[in-house]
């Protein structure tokens, strides 16, 4: 195709508006707690509080009690009779006692209004699955430990995905809620009243938030569409070489990390006796790549690889086919899972999750980069220690 369709859409000011959309600064992403369902659920309960030092009172609590009571407000009725209107309603008022507890029996968020007999328990699922029967549980311990209550159960998450382990005859019913209605409760929250400053700003930054992370937000949309609509052919060669390109970027960033590994002081590997190995495979379009390191002197073996699979991260390995050719005096303490046939060459406990960089192995960025180079050199220092100890 004519590359200038291609060019147009780039200089394009939807283009340049979706650009700074996606790249602007992001606290969240920058902390690395973007996805971590504790510090959301610490944040929701903290809102819901009408004495946090929010300073919003019962605002954002009325919302979220609003969205719950409001046919079409997005909130779906999974199972169950849903509470009525009128008592959500008698709820939200700002005379009204709540006490919010956090992993009362586990429960993430549990929302108790004892002059009403209310309680409204919160299952906040960012990523994470369900554990075995987990909603059908927790239904029973809000009927149990709150026996007389009228009960409910909301299933928090980016998509408003469907429970899988709820227990559809139970008495308490279930609601299925997205962040899009956390983010729309927070709007709420800032056009109401008067709002603190400090808070202010935050509530903008954690709608943001939202909205780039997980339930892509009405400027996101808008823009796409606009670029979809004025440079359609442009727009369909660029999702057409989308993999081409994703793969690109991991194939010339391996390249990349060989480099600095073998000329970059600062990681202290000699590179004359650097052994590199590069290992690709394609799989349904997605490359899959490993990049492995050693020093000659090293037993045989023994690698500290970088990889890109699904997630993206860093560990030291043998091969459990050359343990029994030398004596090692390493403490291996477990096979690598997912790693057939390795085992960690490091006493460091729980690899399996320490091991990785980032969740989600394609969108690795630049701070992702120096992390690994990072972590590989030191995994090198670890096991240079280690052998020199064994030779004393």
């Known amino acids: ?198 808070t202010d700003v935050f509530i903008k930054q954690f709608i943001g938030h939202i909205e780039c992370n997980m339930t892509g937000g009405t400027q996101s949309r808008e823009s796409c569409w606009q670029l979809f609509s004025e440079h359609e052919r442009a727009y369909r060669e660029i999702f057409d070489q989308y993999h081409y390109c994703l793969n690109r970027k991991v194939e010339d960033t391996f390249k990349h990390l060989a480099d600095r590994l073998i000329n970059d002081p600062a990681f202290g590997l000699e590179s004359g006796q650097l052994q590199i190995e590069h290992i690709k495979v394609l799989r349904e379009k997605e490359l899959f790549y490993d990049l492995h390191v050693r020093l000659q002197h090293w037993p045989k073996g023994v690698w500290v690889k970088i990889y890109k699979h699904t997630w993206f991260g860093v560990f030291p390995f043998i091969c459990e086919d050359d343990l029994a050719s030398h004596g090692i005096e390493f403490d291996l303490p477990t096979s690598a899972s997912s790693w057939k046939g ?26 992702h980069i120096e992390i690994a180079l990072g972590l590989a050199a030191t995994y090198a220092q670890l096991i240079n220690h280690e052998l020199q100890k064994g030779e004393k």
């Open 1 to 198: 195709m004519n590359t200038s369709a291609v060019r147009e859409l780039a200089e394009s000011s939807a283009f340049q508006a979706l650009t700074d959309f996606t790249e602007r600064f992001e606290p969240f992403r920058v902390l690395g707690i973007h996805n971590k369902e504790l510090v959301h659920s610490r944040l929701l309960a903290h809102m819901l509080r009408t004495t946090g030092s929010h300073g919003l009172g019962n605002r954002f609590l009325h919302g979220f009690l609003q969205v719950l009571s409001e046919p079409g407000s997005g909130v779906i009725l999974f199972s169950g009779t849903a509470l009525d209107a009128a008592m959500l309603r008698d709820a939200s008022a700002a005379h009204v006692h709540s006490q919010v507890y956090r992993e009362l029996n586990f429960i993430d968020i549990v929302v108790v209004f004892p002059a009403l007999k209310l309680v409204i328990g919160i299952e906040n699922k960012i990523h994470a699955v369900e554990q075995k029967k987990q909603l059908t549980r927790y239904q029973e311990t809000l009927s149990d430990r709150f026996s007389g209550f009228k009960q409910a159960l909301v299933f928090l998450t980016p998509n408003k995905r469907s429970p899988e382990t709820a227990n559809l005859c139970s008495q308490v019913p279930v609601y299925c809620m997205d962040y899009s209605s956390i983010a729309h409760v927070l709007r709420c929250c800032r056009s109401a009243t008067r709002v603190p400053l400090e």
């Open 342 to 367: 390795l085992r960690y060459v490091c006493a460091q406990q729980d690899l399996d999750e320490g091991r990785r960089v980032l969740r989600e192995g394609d969108q690795f960025t630049a701070e």
